[in-house]
């Protein structure tokens, strides 16, 4: 528990890998978006996202999204839409838009 201090983004062009063993990025703070640099082209990419908390946990997982990518790079952004509960116990509920 805590208050979310960042986000890790996982992601992977291999299917059979769980999350834990797919790259990651790391995005600090209050951001809500990132670029994930260096990736092929015309290859299909699985993401996910985890919030960290102020006692440095990652939340759970959220379910996977499949990219497929036209160029090198992709933008994937992070939005809050909304929170169920109220302070530190509450649900936070992302979003992931991703940008081609």
Known sequence: ???????????TNQSNL????????DVSGTAV??????????TEYFT????RTSVD????????VNITTLTPSF????????SIGGGTAGLL?????VSV
Do not use: M, R
Request: charged share 15%.
């Open 1 to 11: 528990n805590g208050e979310i201090t960042g986000y890790q983004i996982h992601f």
């Open 18 to 25: 769980s999350p834990e063993k797919w790259s990651t990025l």
């Open 33 to 42: 978006d990132a670029t994930i640099e260096g990736l092929k082209s015309l």
């Open 48 to 51: 996910c996202i985890a919030a």
């Open 57 to 64: 946990e990652y939340g759970p997982y959220s379910q996977p």
């Open 75 to 82: 933008s994937v952004n992070a939005v809050t839409i909304g």
């Open 93 to 97: 509920v992302l979003l992931i838009l």
